[in-house]
């Protein structure tokens, strides 16, 4: 019954982090979809599960990968059925320089207000292609507040359109005050 086993898998993948991984150090493993089955009367023969992974550390990005390997592998096989696991690389973490990150805040202060501006935010799971630009080369990635709203990738995030002026406000500034004309 592939998706009795599919299910066990589903369910074995969230002890991964708990049972595997500091707590100091963070990891989210999610199942985003599960496709298997053609007619409700008819036992499918495949189960495809899809997900991500994502982790703020390399070593623990290593762990989850071979963890979801091994899982899947393992409770397939006590199901007398096989898996094969296809873990894809995505962005890496996203990790802005000190004196960028000054800067940035600095000036959305200038446009905000110092009360509107937090340069200090926890780090989030969330994955960005601008990673690949911060390993390249200095820099800040910021958040623009959206107000009361779903987070980003959410079936339910509403883009606030009322924003638009401060966002630009705040690029024109970032570039006046760090290119200024001579």
Do not use: C
């Not at 074995?12 to 053609?38: F, K």
């Not at 990005?61 to 397939?76: C, F, G, N």
């Not at 000054?102 to 969330?126: F, P, Q």
């Amino acid at each position: 019954d592939a998706v009795l086993a599919a299910a066990q898998v589903v369910v074995a993948l969230q002890s991964i982090v708990s049972r595997n991984v500091d707590p100091m150090r963070q990891a989210v493993i999610s199942v985003t979809m599960i496709e298997g089955g053609t007619a409700f009367n008819i036992m499918p023969g495949s189960v495809r599960l899809v997900g991500t992974a994502r982790s703020l550390d390399e070593d623990v990005r290593d762990l989850v990968e071979a963890k979801i390997a091994s899982v899947a592998e393992s409770i397939a096989t006590a199901f007398g059925a096989k898996a094969s696991v296809t873990y894809s690389r995505g962005y890496p973490v996203t990790i802005n320089a000190a004196r960028q990150s000054e800067l940035a805040a600095d000036v959305a202060r200038t446009v905000s207000g110092v009360e509107r501006v937090d340069g200090n935010i926890d780090a989030t799971m969330g994955g960005e292609d601008f990673a690949y630009m911060l390993q390249a080369k200095p820099g800040a990635y910021i958040l623009l507040g959206n107000g009361p709203t779903s987070e980003l990738h959410s079936d339910t995030y509403d883009f606030n359109d009322a924003i638009i002026p401060a966002g630009v406000s705040y690029w024109a500034r970032l570039v006046e005050t760090a290119l200024p004309a001579t």
